[in-house]
């Protein structure tokens, strides 16, 4: 609880306030902007600083974000979805439950069960081998989880373990056996590749649905509905579904068109069955619970007493206010008597809890992932935590180094298996450590790109790279993105003389400032250099500006911020238009190369099949907690901030996770680096123009022979 003070008035009520025992202090409640219309913070936070209101809001950059900000006092309370609460439990986040928000009466959101025909001669759970299921697939994971979806089949069937197979696969493969077939329409995996591959190898789960060889979220048999009218078409013989909607499809609501319930029963999970007709409670396996209101310990008798009493009655009260700000359709909201802890909270929704804890593979598939920082591995771990909860496997791990090279080195040596590096790493990564990569991280636009571009003075009359021969040049450090794509753009020039590379670039350029050049080798490559003030991607920019050098090579992003970020600081010396982008007049476009933000770097020798299994954990990170999740707001942000700071374990700018470098496939920017690196080329010594000393000297020599012989 703060006192809001940014007024003289607001001074003066808190004075006279402080002298009565009624002081109004307020609760602050912690509000995620979802997307579109659900954007509701800048229209309703205004609303809660009005003088009555008891709530101000603090605005939080994900659901999670707002349960760490609760745990830490920094916020009172929030909404929070039971999926939200079990990550809470797990990292021992302590908040209590105070109120559900429902819309309807039941005591859960929706309650899931399986329904047999009886004609299909099942009596117990142990006779679904062989039967003929129902499934609602996959493709809207944002209400129902793969944890939900999966539940069944985890129960019943047999797991299979089976080393050459993917988690995934080795699920798929085991339903696939235990079944005689099966309508589980949807993507099952994220990669539409390996999706068809999938669906060719296991056809017997797609050969219910209506269309067996599209098997996707457009047939008639996917999604809510689509299970039970694959059992009442006759198609299936069980169906794993939402008990509202078996009640609705079969007319057992109060009031509704009642049609035949003959001859479908519930399968229980403790092996009896119950005729649907039937008057005792539904058998239910698993429920999913209401979404919740959660507060600090110390506050948590106050807040339910408000919270139970909202309403809409005027429109313009803050109390309206905050109702919008936290429910989303949910039109009754119950007080939990008594107010309780997560864990025991959690303990009365049959089969939740146990959903999140079905045992995996032994041994264990664990992704190491590497980070260097304590805030890299909080954000890792709870990452970890999230995606178990949503039905991520396999798991990852999350173990801290000092740095990325250390990562590196230790990926090698089979203590890490995944490290996410910047561009300028990549190529040490694949040379030093025999490392490759798993995927990139992709952006929308060119702005944020590494490309590639040497910065000269306007006025140099320097216009092709063979009039920066005996130049001085500034890059942001040895062996990044800058420094191979000169080094490749002079090499396919054939305007390197001399190898190796360095030596090359030592002898094409004149007093130069390579950054971290190796220390072992003494070269004028180091000579412009001043620790400190010329290192990165600014100080290469800076060298050139402070007369040093005649060009730098540096990203086209830092050429532009760089003039930008000088103005604001009121330094009216350096003018942008005094410099331009070199642009080679024999080749149209004016990079030297582009490249992702980053790449997750992992061991060379690393097997395909784990390879795929490993890809599908982060594109379904990707695709729950990424920029395009599906639901109103995210429960995690895997690309922005985390606790305030920015570009933690993941670039922020990153748009999507791919296996190319490329968010489209439309992409046609040409240069790409990793490719650069690939096809390197050898370094050959000696091009064709001009003689350099140590040419004619090997010239003279050879002359010299020559006469001596005759
Ligand atoms: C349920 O349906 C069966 C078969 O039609 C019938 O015999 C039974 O009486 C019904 N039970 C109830 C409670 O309606
Ligand atoms: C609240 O606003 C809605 C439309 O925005 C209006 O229909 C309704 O009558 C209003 N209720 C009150 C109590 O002002
Ligand atoms: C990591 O630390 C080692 C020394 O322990 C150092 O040699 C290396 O340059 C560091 N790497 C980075 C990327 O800072
Ligand atoms: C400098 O050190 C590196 C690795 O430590 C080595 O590969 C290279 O040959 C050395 N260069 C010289 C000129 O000694
Ligand atoms: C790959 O190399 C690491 C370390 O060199 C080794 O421990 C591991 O067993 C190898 N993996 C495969 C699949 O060969």
Redesign the pocket.
């Given at each position: 609880m703060y006192v809001l003070c940014n007024t003289i008035a607001c001074v003066i009520t808190t004075l006279v306030c402080l002298s009565f025992v009624e002081c109004r202090m307020k609760y602050q409640v912690c509000v995620v902007d979802g997307r579109g219309s659900f954007r509701k913070a800048a229209k309703y936070c205004p609303i809660l600083d009005g003088p009555d209101s008891k709530v101000e809001c603090i605005i939080g950059l994900d659901r999670l974000d707002c349960l760490r900000r609760i745990s830490k006092g920094k916020a009172d309370f929030s909404v929070f979805t039971p999926e939200d609460l079990v990550t809470a439990s797990t990292l021992q986040v302590e908040v209590l439950v105070t109120n559900e928000m429902r819309y309807t009466n039941d005591a859960f959101e929706y309650e899931v069960v399986a329904v047999i025909d009886d004609e299909a001669r099942i009596k117990t759970r142990y006779d679904l081998r062989d039967k003929r299921l129902c499934h609602p697939g996959y493709g809207y994971e944002a209400d129902w989880t793969q944890i939900l979806a999966n539940y069944l089949e985890v129960s019943i069937v047999p797991q299979s373990c089976n080393p050459l197979l993917s988690l995934t696969e080795n699920r798929i493969s085991s339903s696939s056996k235990y079944f005689k077939s099966a309508c589980k329409a949807g993507p099952w995996v994220n990669d539409p590749v390996l999706d068809n591959e999938l669906k060719r190898k296991y056809p017997n789960l797609c050969g219910l649905c209506n269309s067996p060889t599209v098997c996707s979220t457009d047939d008639k048999y996917w999604g809510r509905r689509g299970p039970l009218l694959c059992l009442t078409d006759g198609v299936g013989d069980i169906t794993w579904a939402r008990l509202d909607d078996v009640r609705s499809h079969f007319g057992l609501i109060p009031g509704s068109a009642v049609t035949t319930t003959d001859g479908y029963s519930y399968l229980c999970q403790d092996g009896t069955t119950i005729p649907l007709n039937s008057t005792t409670q539904p058998c239910v396996w698993v429920v999913k619970p209401w979404p919740v209101v959660a507060s600090k310990r110390t506050s948590a008798q106050e807040i339910q007493e408000f919270i139970s009493s909202l309403s809409h009655s005027d429109n313009n009260s803050w109390q309206s206010a905050l109702l919008n700000l936290i429910e989303t359709y949910h039109l009754t909201i119950k007080s939990v008597q008594p107010i309780e802890a997560i864990e025991s909270y959690l303990s009365r929704a049959t089969g939740f809890l146990s959903a999140n804890s079905f045992p995996g593979c032994h041994p264990p598939r664990t992704v190491r992932i590497c980070t260097t920082t304590n805030l890299e591995n909080a954000k890792c771990s709870w990452l970890r935590e999230v995606s178990t909860v949503y039905g991520i496997e396999p798991d990852i791990d999350c173990l801290k180094a000092?740095?990325?090279?250390?990562c590196m080195q230790g990926i090698a040596a089979n203590l890490f298996d995944v490290v996410i590096v910047p561009a300028d790493?990549v190529n040490q990564a694949k040379t030093s450590y025999q490392l490759k990569t798993l995927f990139y991280e992709t952006v929308l636009n060119e702005e944020e790109k590494y490309v590639t571009v040497g910065v000269v003075r306007a006025n140099s009359g320097i216009t092709s790279f063979e009039d920066l021969q005996s130049k001085r040049a500034c890059f942001p450090k040895y062996d990044g993105v800058a420094w191979n794509s000169v080094v490749h753009t002079l090499n396919s020039k054939k305007l390197i003389k001399i190898c190796p590379f360095i030596e090359g670039m030592s002898e094409f350029f004149s007093d130069s400032c390579v950054p971290?050049f190796p220390t072992n080798v003494s070269s004028s490559l180091k000579a412009l250099c001043k620790p400190g003030i010329y290192d990165d991607e600014y100080g290469a920019m800076r060298c050139l500006t402070h007369g040093n050098g005649d060009v730098a090579f540096v990203s086209k992003h830092t050429y532009s911020t760089f003039f930008k970020d000088i103005k604001e600081k009121g330094d009216l010396r350096i003018d942008a238009k005094d410099y331009k982008i070199l642009c080679d007049n024999s080749d149209e476009s004016c990079h030297l190369s582009w490249a992702p933000p980053g790449q997750a770097m992992i061991r060379l020798n690393s097997s395909s099949l784990w390879i795929k299994d490993t890809l599908d954990v982060f594109l379904q990170m990707d695709n729950l907690f990424g920029k395009n999740f599906k639901s109103l707001t995210t429960p995690f942000t895997l690309f922005g901030l985390f606790d305030g700071k920015p570009n933690v374990l993941f670039h922020d700018i990153t748009n999507k996770l791919r296996d190319i470098p490329k968010l489209k496939n439309t992409d046609t920017m040409k240069k790409e680096y990793d490719d650069m690196l690939d096809k390197f080329g050898e370094c050959v010594s000696g091009g064709s123009t001009p003689l350099t000393v140590t040419n004619n000297v090997y010239i003279f020599f050879i002359i010299c022979v020559l006469l001596f012989k005759f």
């Open positions: 000092d740095n990325k090279t250390h790493m971290n």
